[in-house]
Structure formats: structure tokens, C-alpha cells
């Protein structure tokens, strides 16, 4: 188990995992989201092929449609 810090908030994971791991962990829906990893946009399409380690900082923005 490995610590993220997510959103400024600790989070522990257990490694190995991706991007589109831990959004699946969060349940969080990877076409509805913005992922910021160690300072640097993440691209949806490298979601699935962007490995997390320990101590990385993520920000993730969930877009919200209204109506």
C-alpha cells in the first residue's frame, strides 16, 4: 500500500495501479474527468497506461452537465 495524495487529501492504494485504477477506485466515471498528475494533464487516452507511485499528487475535476 503505497499514499497518494488526491485532490489534497491523503489517499492509500495499493500499487501497482493506474490512472484508470484509482478512478475506478473513487468511482469516478474516466469520460466525465480531468486528471492532473504531478503537475502535468493526463490525457484520457493514457488514463489506462499511466502508472501511479508513491508520494504522486493527482487533481481530478469531475465535469458536471447541466441543464
Do not use: Y
Not at 474516466?30 to 492532473?36: D, I, L, R, S
Not at 489506462?48 to 475535476?61: A, N, W
Amino acid at each position: 500500500m503505497s499514499q497518494l495524495t488526491v485532490n489534497g487529501k491523503p489517499l492509500v492504494l495499493a500499487l501497482p495501479a493506474t490512472v484508470l485504477d484509482l478512478l475506478s477506485h473513487l468511482d469516478f466515471d474516466p469520460a466525465k474527468v480531468a486528471v492532473e498528475l504531478n503537475g502535468a494533464i493526463v490525457p484520457r487516452d493514457a488514463f489506462e497506461d499511466t502508472d501511479l507511485t508513491r508520494g504522486d499528487q493527482l487533481e481530478i475535476v469531475q465535469f458536471v452537465g447541466g441543464g
